[in-house]
T-cell receptor
Framework: DAGVTQSPTHLIKTRGQHVTLRCSPI?????VSWYQQVLGQGPQFIFQ???????GRGNFPDRFSARQFPNYSSELNVNALLLGDSALYLC???????????FGSGTRLTVV | GDSVTQMEGPVTLSEEAFLTINCTYT??????LFWYVQYPGEGLQLLLK?????DKGSNKGFEATYRKETTSFHLEKGSVQVSDSAVYFC?????????????FGKGTSLLVTP
C-alpha cells in the first residue's frame, strides 16, 4: 500500500513568490495535517483537515492557507514567501481518533 | 500551554549500550504520548505510542511507559545498534481546538558507533 505521498520533494522559490505543496493521504485516511520543520527543530503544527473542513490551526500567519479535496488529498499554500519559510513541510494522515499519524517524506522548500 | 521537553543531544553511544532519552510533558488534560524517529533525509516514523497512564508502548526493542505521576514518557532500549542512529522526537496529542494535533519536543539526536 502507498504511504503518504508529497510533491514536489524539493523546491526553490524567491522571496515574495507563492508556493503550493501537495499531499495524498493513505487510502482510507480522512484526516490530513501539515507541519513545518525548521532545520534542527521539532515539527510545528500548521493545519489539520478532516472531511474537507479545517479542524485546527497552529500559530502561523494568514499567508499560510490550506484545503482538502473530496478525495481527501490536500494542498498547502504559502503567499509572499519569506526567507524564514525555508523548511521541510510535512504532511501526515490518520484515521479519525487519536491513534497517531503517518507522515510523508516531506517537501524541502528553500526561499532565496 | 501544552508542551514537551526532551533531553538535549547529541547522544553518542557505542553499539550494544543501553539507551535512555528523557521526555517530560505539560498538558491540560490527559494526552496521548508518542515517540517518532526521523532518519537522515526522511520524514517521521511512528516508533511507539501510549494513550493512557501506565500504558507501555514498545516496538523494535524500544520501550516507553506513560507515567502520569511524573508526567514523563522516557524512551529506552537495552542494546542499541548502529542502525538506530537517528533523531528521536517525543510528542503529545490532545483533543483540543487543534483536533489532536501533535505537539513535538525539539528532538534528540542519537549517534551509535561500532
Amino acid at each position: 500500500d502507498a504511504g503518504v505521498t508529497q510533491s514536489p520533494t524539493h523546491l526553490i522559490k524567491t522571496r515574495g513568490q507563492h508556493v503550493t505543496l501537495r499531499c495524498s493521504p493513505i487510502s482510507g485516511h480522512k484526516s490530513v495535517s501539515w507541519y513545518q520543520q525548521v532545520l534542527g527543530q521539532g515539527p510545528q503544527f500548521i493545519f489539520q483537515y478532516y472531511e474537507k473542513e479545517e479542524r485546527g490551526r497552529g500559530n502561523f500567519p494568514d499567508r499560510f492557507s490550506a484545503r482538502q479535496f473530496p478525495n481527501y488529498s490536500s494542498e498547502l499554500n504559502v503567499n509572499a514567501l519569506l526567507l524564514g519559510d525555508s523548511a521541510l513541510y510535512l504532511c501526515a494522515s490518520r484515521v479519525q481518533g487519536n491513534y497517531g499519524y503517518t507522515f510523508g517524506s516531506g517537501t524541502r522548500l528553500t526561499v532565496v | 500551554g501544552d508542551s514537551v521537553t526532551q533531553m538535549e543531544g547529541p547522544v553518542t553511544l557505542s553499539e550494544e549500550a543501553f539507551l535512555t532519552i528523557n521526555c517530560t510533558y505539560t498538558a491540560t488534560g490527559y494526552p496521548s504520548l508518542f515517540w517518532y524517529v526521523q532518519y537522515p533525509g526522511e520524514g517521521l516514523q511512528l516508533l511507539l505510542k501510549a494513550t493512557k497512564a501506565d500504558d507501555k508502548g514498545s516496538n523494535k526493542g524500544f520501550e516507553a511507559t506513560y507515567r502520569k505521576e511524573t508526567t514523563s514518557f522516557h524512551l529506552e532500549k537495552g542494546s542499541v545498534q548502529v542502525s538506530d542512529s537517528a533523531v528521536y522526537f517525543c510528542a503529545l496529542s490532545l483533543d483540543s481546538n487543534s483536533g489532536y494535533a501533535l505537539n513535538f519536543g525539539k528532538g534528540t539526536s542519537l549517534l551509535v558507533t561500532p
